[in-house]
């Protein structure tokens, strides 16, 4: 049974100060009200991504987190940098005060939109002991150039906390059958970070956790702000079906 819902916020510079970080235009002063199981922020308005993003991004990054972790003292909050910025990922989590981080390319190159991501498990692992990180999770997307089943092996055996099971792009659901089969493959977490809604989130119910954003979106949109009434009325049907 799903142990956690975690709701992703893009964080918009554009839209949210940089100082005041905006968190009433947020939707999070009711994080606790709307009863998600933790909550992700992620740069994704920061388009088009880099693989080099810079010092500002960083920066930007730790006061918001720091914000929203003031905002939510007791949920568990994570952070993810586009693109496949990790380290950075883990000092802002870990000047933040945040659990966990969500990485790609741990194991596994490939071609992504941005470029070439090369693996990075050895130096993540040994970049968050350096900086005394240990305690915050990082949690692994998984990708298909390879079998599935494959890379989640890989990312287990790279010491990853959890992998995350998504669609082809943002918003498009993943696949039940594949959930089910890495579940069987591994003994870490298998979470599912893509295209569950109201209407699917039977079919998902094997995963460790959910990352809803698109679907907690005004009009199911990715890039507008949260609607409070549609993590509500998904929260109500999650608790009805954890009972």
């Known amino acids: ?14 839209e949210d100060p940089f100082l005041g970080c905006g968190i009433q235009d947020w939707s999070l002063v009711q994080c606790d009200a709307n009863e998600e199981d933790g909550l992700i922020i992620e740069n994704m308005h920061d388009l088009p991504y880099t693989l080099a993003p810079g010092p500002e991004v960083s920066a930007c990054m730790t ?14 909050l994570g952070v993810q940098i586009l693109s496949a910025a990790n380290q950075q990922a883990l000092a802002v989590a870990l000047a933040s005060g945040l659990d966990f981080i969500r990485a790609e390319g741990f194991v596994f190159a490939h071609v992504a939109d941005e470029g070439l991501l090369n693996a990075c498990a050895g130096d993540l692992l040994r970049f968050r002991k350096v900086i005394g990180g240990e ?6 997307d998984i990708k298909k150039k390879h079998s599935v089943m494959e890379t989640a092996r890989a990312a287990e055996f790279f010491l990853s906390e959890g992998v995350i099971l998504t669609g082809a792009a943002t918003g498009l659901e993943a696949d039940p059958g594949e959930l089910r089969a890495v579940a069987q493959s591994v003994r870490i977490p298998v979470l599912i970070g893509s295209g569950v809604t109201h209407d699917n989130l039977e079919h998902y119910l094997d995963a460790s956790a959910m990352i809803i954003g698109s679907h907690f979106k005004r009009g199911g949109n990715w890039a ?11 929260m109500g049907k999650m608790h009805e079906l954890r009972i």
């Open 1 to 14: 049974m799903v142990q956690g819902i975690w709701l992703k916020h893009a964080f918009n510079p554009k």
């Open 63 to 76: 006061a918001v987190c720091a914000a929203v972790r003031h905002t939510c003292p007791s949920l568990p």
């Open 135 to 140: 305690h915050i999770q990082i949690f692994t």
């Open 224 to 234: 507008n702000p949260v609607d409070p009434e549609r993590v509500k009325r998904f």
